[in-house]
């Protein structure tokens, strides 16, 4: 501590008051306060689920099903645009069924039959497509849910033959066209159950 001629002590520069008006020296401030730190997270951010790509034979069922589709869809846009034909045909059928009825009555019966019959398999398609697209993503109960759907197909494809299915040269190429339809689903319903295809919707469980 320095000490004047005098005799009395002298304080230090950087204890001695702050002139008057001036501004509180730095040394005299009170330290600034830390920031506030980052709460805990005690939950771990969720895995990132990567998708596998499918393998070989469960596209190549994938493509059978799409054209067994197609073939259907043939068969459905054929009977659409030669509704007029279809509906004389099916007034002979149903007047044969039901003998003595009325005109109007019969007309009735002819249309319920034929777009029934119609819409009943497009039904059973978009019911198969929409299945096919679940087990596209990796869902393996979509395979189990196919086979009752094919089955359903089968009977529908009995039920509107009677309906949909021409005399005539033009209904062999119907029988041909329901006949390779049902061939191409079920050549790709048995490769979604291969080993390969059932290792890959396997998988997905385990993620």
């Not at 002298?10 to 040394?27: F, I, M, R, V």
């Not at 398999?121 to 086979?147: C, H, K, T, Y």
Request: charge should be positive; include cysteine; hydrophobic fraction near 50%.
């Amino acid at each position: 501590m320095a000490q004047r001629p005098d005799g009395e002590h002298q304080l230090p520069a950087s204890d001695a008051e702050p002139p008057s008006g001036g501004p509180p020296s730095p040394a005299s401030q009170p330290p600034a306060s830390p920031p506030p730190r980052p709460g805990l997270s005690y939950s771990a951010p969720a895995p990132i689920k990567v998708t596998q790509p499918p393998p070989r034979m469960v596209r190549l069922g994938r493509t059978l099903w799409v054209l067994s589709f197609l073939c259907g869809l043939a068969v459905l846009a054929s009977s659409f645009f030669s509704r007029d034909a279809h509906l004389e045909r099916l007034r002979g059928v149903v007047d044969q069924m039901a003998p003595g009825a009325e005109a109007e009555a019969l007309t009735t019966s002819v249309a319920i039959v034929f777009w029934g019959s119609l819409g009943a398999m497009v039904v059973v398609i978009l019911l198969e497509a929409m299945v096919l697209g679940s087990a596209m993503n990796q869902r393996g109960w979509a395979r189990w849910v196919m086979i009752p759907l094919l089955l359903a197909h089968i009977g529908a494809m009995l039920v509107a033959g009677a309906f949909l299915v021409p005399a005539d040269a033009t209904g062999s190429y119907v029988v041909l066209l329901w006949a390779a339809q049902l061939l191409l689903a079920l050549a790709g319903l048995v490769l979604l159950f291969l080993p390969s295809s059932g290792a890959w919707f396997r998988s997905r469980q385990r993620l």
